[in-house]
């Protein structure tokens, strides 16, 4: 046959016709020119030897072959829609990466097995499909389905992990399943505290998050500081590198500290987060036998008291993502850590919808009572979500960011007619404090701070209250930044009750508010949506509104010398004030509803109309 093995013709081995590559004419799977023997190979043996012309698989072409014997520096592509089909086994030696689908036949039932360190980007198993590590594991970088095949894992199967992606196991089809021990990996990018969950059954901590250095006391509390400092604790406190959080634990001050115990033996419970600490960017894997059908984490409660009470870190426990929906006897909304710093960070809120990356940690609410955290292969997914969530978009939105020196934090309003007025546990979403370096914004209806507030379509005036907290970022200069995402947008000014001012918020305004942490701020700010005051009006310099249960009158200038009344329909003067400076307030928490006449007089004189509820 020559001096050259690739120029042989194909020959007959155990029943199969042996093809060889070529790339005598180009690169083309399907042009037989590029094989022994000038036929493209269909369900046979194939040699692929280290030639200039590798082999591509293009978009839309399917190759079909029995067992594939790679040369250790040969190289094979597949593009696009393009599939390869293997009914026998691959060898491969060395390190390499084939990019698109592989299907594992099941059209020739009979046991196949993967040899060589390769890294696959999706892949089908419908036989049973060992891995010999002899030259290292196997990789997926995408997507693998076990559709009515059984992977032999060995221990040497790793669903990876990069900054350029991370791989996903799809629930279980056909009777499919995983046997031996996968070695599952998430990739953090980010120094800092991390939230994570086990997406392999039960692992042991000691072994599995080893890369942490578990330390401390088992089951220990921590002692909250003081001021609820983010980078320190109360004396003696104990600490750790891996904590989780207890809503059933003791809480004598708001601190969220209180909540978290130290966790340095013992296994990870599946459905459960824990906080984990990195110093750089870290590739966290755990391996054992991947989590696949229902998971249930029973018994979580809600203890009613405390800013904490009904707060659970659960997880994402699959090797795939997952969408989120709540279980029966969970608020709608989870809130996710987003780490900034080694001790600095913000929890975000995302609702149903949601898709959540596999080993994702998040705080979820118990409604009330008692709940079981379950979950089942409805709610995975494929894909590849940022690790920390991909949101489910929200529709006519009104989005506030505050920002000082790169630092931020940010509300959002909701207007959706399936909201209620006040808490709603099915659309808004609760502020959970971030570290104490960070500036905080919410807005408040009674004791509830939202950082998503949903509410019915504004037709009426109506104030909300603006919470906003400097933080240890201290005063200064902050920047509100407010965005639209809505065809209809309401009429809306920010109010600073400091200095009795009204500004109004066009889509994309930037307002800049010099805040001091003396500052009243809890009660500074409110939006008034839908003022009833016209244009003309408001340059007297004097603006009567409603705040929830209050008749609010306030002015640029100081009001001293001038007088305040309120009447009812019938003319009765109800209240009247002189004022000593630029606001005043009237409570009317027990007035009955209707019509009253709030009227100015002094050096400028204003009338106003209101409706009081």
């Not at 080694?342 to 898709?355: A, E, M, N, V």
Request: charged share 15%; net charge negative; aromatic share 10%.
């Amino acid at each position: 046959c020559g001096s050259s093995v690739i120029l042989c013709q194909s020959v007959t081995v155990n029943g199969y016709a042996d093809y060889i590559w070529t790339g005598a004419i180009d690169t083309d799977w399907e042009t037989g020119g590029n094989w022994s023997g000038g036929l493209v190979p269909f369900g046979d043996n194939v040699v692929i030897p280290d030639v200039t012309n590798d082999p591509i698989i293009s978009a839309g072409q399917i190759g079909l072959v029995n067992n594939i014997d790679m040369n250790s520096n040969a190289t094979l592509t597949i593009n696009g829609s393009g599939e390869l089909h293997v009914t026998g086994d691959w060898t491969w030696a060395g390190s390499h990466t084939v990019q698109g689908l592989v299907i594992w036949d099941g059209f020739v039932p009979q046991p196949q097995t993967i040899t060589g360190a390769i890294t696959f980007e999706n892949m089908v198993i419908e036989n049973s499909v060992t891995i010999d590590g002899t030259y290292g594991p196997v990789e997926a970088t995408g997507g693998v389905t076990i559709d009515g095949g059984d992977l032999v894992a060995n221990g040497d199967f790793v669903v990876a992990s990069s900054a350029s992606g991370t791989g996903w196991i799809m629930p279980y089809l056909n009777g499919g399943t995983i046997t031996g021990d996968v070695l599952v990996q998430r990739y953090m990018g980010t120094q800092g505290f991390h939230h994570i969950g086990t997406p392999v059954n039960s692992p042991a901590i000691a072994t599995e998050l080893s890369e942490f250095g578990p330390y401390g006391t088992n089951g220990a509390q921590l002692i909250a500081s003081t001021n609820c400092s983010s980078d320190s604790l109360g004396s003696g406190s104990p600490y750790g590198s891996i904590l989780e959080f207890n809503e059933s634990n003791s809480f004598p001050t708001a601190c969220g500290q209180w909540g978290w115990n130290v966790r340095s033996s013992g296994n990870m419970t599946n459905g459960r987060g824990y906080a984990v600490r990195t110093t750089g960017v870290l590739n966290v894997d755990v391996k054992g036998i991947v989590n696949d059908g229902p998971i249930s984490n029973p018994g979580l409660g809600n203890s009613g008291t405390g800013t904490w009470s009904g707060f659970h870190i659960t997880s994402n426990p699959y090797p795939s993502p997952i969408s989120w929906t709540p279980p029966a006897g969970f608020d709608a909304a989870i809130y996710v850590w987003q780490s900034s710093g080694q001790f600095s960070g913000s929890y975000q809120s995302f609702f149903p919808g949601t898709q959540i990356a596999s080993m994702q940690g998040f705080f979820s609410k118990v409604s009330s009572g008692t709940a079981s955290f379950d979950l089942d292969n409805s709610d995975r997914v494929s894909g590849d979500p940022a690790f920390y969530r991909t949101a489910a978009p929200f529709e006519n939105t009104m989005e506030i960011v505050v920002s000082k020196d790169g630092v931020a934090d940010k509300t959002m309003l909701v207007f959706n007619d399936e909201a209620n007025e006040g808490w709603d546990s099915n659309y808004d979403a609760l502020k959970l404090p971030g570290s104490s370096d960070r500036p905080m914004l919410y807005t408040r209806e009674s004791d509830n701070l939202f950082s998503v507030n949903s509410m019915p379509s504004v037709k009426d005036e109506k104030l909300v209250p603006l919470g906003f907290i400097c933080g240890e970022s201290g005063s200064g200069v902050f920047d509100f930044d407010f965005t639209f995402r809505s065809t209809s947008v309401p009429v809306v000014y920010l109010v600073d009750n400091k200095y009795g001012t009204r500004t109004l918020i066009n889509r994309g305004s930037k307002i800049k508010v010099t805040v001091s942490e003396e500052d009243d701020a809890l009660e500074r700010f409110a939006l008034l949506f839908n003022p009833a005051i016209s244009e003309t009006e408001e340059n007297n310099g004097i603006y009567i509104y409603n705040n929830q249960y209050e008749i609010i009158v306030s002015s640029m200038e100081d009001l001293s010398g001038s007088l305040v009344e309120v009447y009812n329909v019938l003319g009765d003067v109800l209240v009247s004030e002189e004022p000593t400076g630029n606001i005043v307030k009237f409570n009317t928490d027990y007035w009955t509803t209707g019509i009253y006449m709030v009227r100015v007089t002094g050096e400028v004189n204003e009338t106003r109309k209101l409706f009081v509820r």
